[in-house]
C-alpha cells in the first residue's frame, strides 16, 4: 500500500521514533571507533542536555540506545530529563571496523590499499578484518528496531543511535534508501531526526533539526 492510499483510508495515530547520535565524543585524533566506544565529552554533555529540552512536553515511552559509552551515557540523561526509563541494547551498536579500530582513516588508506579499494567498489557488502559491513549492521539492528515500533503503537520513542543503525531505521521509512546510499542523509550529533510510522509505512518528518 502506498502512502497515499494509506492516508485515504484514515491513517492510525502514528508510532514515532526521535532520532539522535550521542556526542560530540572525547576523540582527538579522529579515529574510528565502534563498541565499547568513546566517552561524551563536556560539550557533548550539554548538547544533549539540551536536546532533551526540545522534547519537554512530549511524551517519551522509552528511550533505546546502544550499550557503549557515549551512547549509554546520552541514554540515561535523556530518560531522567524525559522522566522515562531506558534500555540498552547490543542489537543498536556502532559498526564494528574489527583490526581497524582506533585507527585514522588516513592510516587505514596508507596500510590497507588494497582493501580501501574493495570497499570502495562494495560500500555496503565489505567489512574490515575482524569487523563488520553495513549489511551485517542491518542484519542485527533490524529486527530489533521492528520489534520497538510493534511494542510501542501509537507512542513515542527516542533512539540513541549512531551513523550505521541510525540510517538503518532511516531506510525503515525511506525504502529506497540502500545502506550504499545512506551516507546522502547526514546524521549530525546531538540533532533530532523524527520518523513517523502508520503501521509499517514510514514517513521522514524532519532531518538533523
Known sequence: MGMLARFLEGAPPPTRFWLTRAGPVENPGGVLYSHPGLPLSNAGTIAIRDLARR?????????????SQAESEAARILAELLDARHTLAPELRERSW????GMSFTEVRDRYPAAVESWKSDEAGFSPPG???LLDVRSRSLPFLEQIRKRHTAATVVIVGNCAVNRVALAMALPFLTPAEGLR???DYASWTELRFY???GVLVRLNT
Open 185 to 187: 542523509l547526514e546524521q
Open 199 to 201: 503501521g509499517a509505512d
Open 98 to 101: 574489527g583490526s581497524w579500530e
Open 131 to 133: 569487523g563488520e559491513s
Open 55 to 67: 522534547l519537554d512536553g512530549k511524551a517519551v515511552a522509552h528511550v533505546y540506545a546502544a550499550d
